[in-house]
């Protein structure tokens, strides 16, 4: 390993070290020594990197293992996974998970690229980076490169505008540059959803590698020379030229530079991607390590239903995805043939398997009847969750509506279980009192238009336990005279079904974050995106400002629309608490999605010399970011 003796710089370092911390600084521990990978050593001899302290920033990040009851780890090695699709190395930025700032283990905020950040009055964030701190190409990581992507792309419509999680009321934030490393966003009132979207899965774009993107933007290169490249790279025009080339949540642009752990090597299309570590990553271990540890991650292209049997003879070494509960079986008796462990993490959606009935389909008989509290609620006491979780969980998940779990500070058990229990007695009388005709002599109830009450559910394919599930509650569903049918179909037709209203009832995973806390936006609970299967057009007509979709109709959905506004405004973690207890009470009464179960088991899979994954953990999209607050770039390889 490359070892740099104690330098001016270092001292600097442990000077600024000593200084009193702004709020939420991190942690700054003394290192005398950084030592950078051996992976490295031959670019450095070579003169095209300089030494390990030079490259990283003057107060890196220090991660303590120890503390977080891991060990200190070594350099080397690559690690092997399995995805079932090009678009799949979008979990590399997601595990990651370099943000400005980021969720820990217990769900707090900390500076992560930040070195601190302020926030006054609720409403005006003043940010600081770590001086030093570079691009993975080298190029210093400056507040140029938030001026870059706030005036010459976020306030351009051409370039995709202002994300609407950056307006309040309509207006976007004054944006201020103090110096090279200090910015500063003021809005007109308390935006407290800002941080959080900055630690997100796909966080909030606040910056760019500006010195690279000037190169794709009218403003900063010739049209000669934009035209040729709009041909080379196949996009209409240069505005289309300038979102493919800075695509991050898809890294797919090599020469693109980054402040991940791993920059990708791999052009698309391919069926190997290799991404190599960030010589100039800023996070370092108690001992002076530069992290990560894992020189190279490679992600081999498999196809979805062949990974599960790929994993069980040795072919990846890290496998959070892919493989489902139902697989545990297989993976885990091959541990007695293979180098590989297998762990149970808990995911962290709010069901595994849930149904979403469409309250703004286009069928205006299910669309009336979904709109019915009475027949909501029915379906859910139809459902015999007890037997779902018996025969396909094992008994390991937890029947529940599909709401957070009891890893959240919000929890409640009498949200968990409203409506929950099976009582097709009272489904019964539920769905008489909707005016849906009594069960005929084929079994099945009428419509009010005289057709057999039959409910389709449409599924993305992409897992056999939704389909397992669904076998199952068609048996539920039949006891009270309603019959479910299935269709699978490929997940952009699904959601462009779903979407399109086409839809009357979707089958989905549940909220995505079922462990939230007071801080965390809560925008799942009410109609504010178009992605939401149960009430999609009252989604985008928030997401629009009005422009398009329908206005909610139901007071219930206009009172979370209500409480959502509230919690933005909002400065108080009392008041935080006291709209989301609001909000979730709201949901456990009306039913607006039906949970099965949560708290399900994943199997996650690791090769047996790989180091520092937590036995336990849990996983999900929202707001674990995979593995990301695992922090993978400590995991290390033990070759013996």
């Not at 885990?332 to 293979?338: I, L, M, T, V």
């Amino acid at each position: 390993m490359s070892r740099t003796p104690f330098t001016r710089r270092d001292t600097l370092a442990l000077l600024g070290a000593g200084i009193i911390a702004a709020p939420h600084a991190a942690r700054a521990l003394t290192i005398p020594t950084y030592i950078g990978p051996t992976y490295l050593e031959p670019r450095e001899l070579a003169g095209e990197l300089p030494a390990v302290a030079e490259r990283l920033p003057l107060e890196p990040r220090v991660m303590d293992l120890p503390a977080l009851g891991r060990n200190a780890g070594r350099h080397g090695g690559t690690i092997r996974m399995l995805i079932g699709g090009q678009r799949d190395i979008r979990y590399m930025p997601i595990n990651g998970y370099s943000r400005l700032v980021g969720f820990d283990l217990g769900l707090n905020l900390v500076a992560d690229i930040l070195k601190s950040w302020e926030v006054q009055e609720g409403r005006i964030f003043t940010l600081r980076l770590r001086r030093g701190h570079r691009w993975s190409d080298g190029h210093p990581f400056t507040a140029e490169d938030f001026r870059y992507c706030w005036q010459d792309v976020t306030l351009r419509d051409d370039l995709g505008g202002m994300p609407p999680e950056m307006q309040l009321d309509g207006q976007g934030p004054e944006f201020e540059m103090l110096d090279e490393l200090t910015l500063r966003y003021s809005w007109h009132a308390p935006l407290p959803d800002f941080l959080p979207g900055l630690a997100a899965p796909s966080p909030l774009r606040i910056f760019m590698p500006a010195h690279y993107m000037k190169g794709f933007h009218a403003d900063y290169t010739p049209a000669d020379t934009l035209a040729r490249l709009v041909v080379e790279q196949r996009v209409d025009d240069w505005q289309g030229l300038h979102q493919k080339m800075s695509r991050v949540t898809r890294p797919e642009n090599p020469d693109l530079p980054t402040l991940e752990p791993w920059r990708p090597r791999t052009l698309p299309p391919a069926q190997q991607f290799v991404f190599e570590r960030n010589a100039f990553f800023h996070r370092v271990d108690q001992d002076g390590l530069q992290l990560p540890y894992i020189d190279r991650v490679v992600m081999n292209v498999s196809s979805y239903d062949l990974i599960p049997a790929k994993v069980a003879t040795g072919e990846s070494d890290l496998q959070p995805a892919g493989v489902e509960f139902s697989d545990y079986t297989l993976v885990k008796e091959a541990e007695h043939r293979f180098p590989i462990r297998v762990h149970l993490w808990t995911r962290t959606q709010g069901a595994r398997v849930a149904l979403y009935p469409n309250l703004t389909c286009a069928d205006p008989v299910w669309r009336a009847l979904y709109r019915d509290v009475r027949v909501r609620r029915a379906l859910s006491l139809a459902i015999d969750r007890t037997e779902i979780n018996k025969a396909l969980f094992f008994g390991l998940a937890r029947e529940s509506a599909n709401m957070i779990m009891p890893e959240s500070v919000l929890f409640r058990q009498e949200y968990a279980r409203a409506w929950t229990q099976f009582d097709p007695e009272q489904a019964n009388a539920l769905l008489d009192q909707a005016g849906l005709s009594a069960p005929r002599r084929d079994g099945f109830r009428r419509l009010p238009d005289g057709q057999v009450a039959g409910i389709l559910a449409e599924t993305a394919g992409e897992s056999t336990v939704e389909t397992d599930v669904l076998e199952l509650v068609a048996d539920h569903f039949r006891r009270v005279g309603i019959a479910l049918w299935v269709r699978v179909s490929q997940r952009d037709l699904f959601r462009s079904r779903t979407m399109a209203g086409l839809t009357s009832m979707a089958v989905w995973m549940g909220l995505d974050n079922a462990v939230p806390t007071p801080e965390m936006p809560p925008y799942e609970l009410a109609p504010t995106n178009e992605d939401q299967y149960h009430w999609s057009q009252w989604g985008v007509y928030y997401a629009s400002k009005g422009k398009q979709g329908k206005a909610p109709e139901l007071p219930e959905a206009r009172e979370l629309v209500d409480l959502v506004g509230r919690w933005r405004l909002s400065q108080s973690h009392d008041e935080k608490l006291s709209i989301w207890h609001r909000m979730l009470a709201i949901h456990a009464d009306q039913v607006f999605t039906i949970g099965t179960v949560n708290g399900a088991k994943q199997p996650v899979v690791r090769a047996a010399k790989l180091q520092n994954l937590p036995e336990t953990g849990l996983i999900g999209y929202q707001p674990t970011s995979v593995l990301g607050i695992y922090m993978p770039d400590t995991f290390w390889l033990d070759e013996g």
